[in-house]
C-alpha cells in the first residue's frame, strides 16, 4: 500500500455517477504506471481518466477532529495526477456501496513531478486535461469539496472512525476537478496546471 484516494468529491463525479458522497479507496504499488508512463489497456475493463491534484505527506495524520491547518503542515509535495478508475461491476447504475466494494474504482494512477510542500491557495488551480493535444476536460481545484485540502480532512476523519489514519509517505489523491472520460487505445492524456508539472499517460 502506497497511500489512498478519495473519490466522488465533485459536483461533476457525483453527479455523473449519481452518488451524492465520497468514497475512499488504497493505491497500492501495482496500480502506479510504470516510469515509460505507457499503460496497457488490455489489463482494464472499463477504463475511464480523470485529472486531480495529488498529495505526498511528510508526517502522520489521524484523529477526527484534524484541522486544516494542520493537514497544510503535514503535506510533503504536491502533484498533479491522472487517475484511471475501473469498475468489474461496470459504471451503468454503479451505486455507492458498489463503488466501496470496488476500492472506490481505482484502476491505475500516474503522478506529474513534485513541487515541494504545499502550493498555495489550491482551489484557484485550474486543471485542463487534453487527449491528443486536444482540450477534453477542465476545472478548478475548488470542484474538490470547495478546497482540495479538504479532501485530506476528510480522508483522515473517515479512516479515524476505523482507528486508523495516514502515514508519512502516503500519497493522497484528493478526486476529480470534472467528470471522468472513456480511455482508449493509442490516446496520449495529458493533466496541466499553470503552477504544477503535467502528468502524462499514453495508452497502449
Not at 458498489?98 to 498555495?120: E, I
Amino acid at each position: 500500500m502506497v497511500g489512498h484516494k478519495v473519490g466522488l468529491t465533485s459536483a461533476a463525479m457525483q453527479e455523473q455517477f449519481g452518488i451524492d458522497q465520497p468514497d475512499s479507496g488504497l493505491l497500492l504499488d501495482s496500480m502506479a504506471v510504470a516510469g515509460d508512463r505507457v499503460l496497457p489497456l488490455g489489463d482494464l475493463l472499463v477504463p475511464r481518466v480523470e485529472g486531480e491534484l495529488a498529495f505526498r505527506l511528510g508526517t502522520d495524520l489521524s484523529g477526527t477532529d484534524v484541522s486544516e491547518r494542520v493537514i497544510h503542515d503535514a503535506v510533503a509535495d504536491t502533484f498533479l495526477a491522472l487517475e484511471v478508475i475501473d469498475s468489474r461491476y461496470g459504471f451503468e447504475g454503479l451505486t455507492l456501496a458498489d463503488s466501496v466494494a470496488d476500492n472506490a474504482a481505482c484502476g491505475r494512477f500516474v503522478l506529474g513531478a513534485a513541487v515541494p510542500g504545499l502550493v498555495p491557495e489550491l482551489g484557484g488551480e485550474h486543471l485542463t486535461l487534453t487527449v491528443d493535444g486536444m482540450v477534453a476536460a477542465c476545472g478548478f481545484g475548488r470542484a474538490v469539496l470547495g478546497d482540495p485540502i479538504r479532501s485530506l480532512v476528510w480522508l483522515v476523519q473517515r479512516l479515524a472512525v476505523f482507528g486508523t489514519g495516514l502515514r508519512a509517505g502516503d500519497i493522497v489523491l484528493a478526486g476529480a476537478v470534472h467528470a471522468s472520460l472513456p480511455l482508449g487505445a493509442g490516446q496520449t492524456v495529458v493533466v496541466g496546471s499553470p503552477r504544477l508539472p503535467q502528468a502524462v499517460l499514453h495508452v497502449a
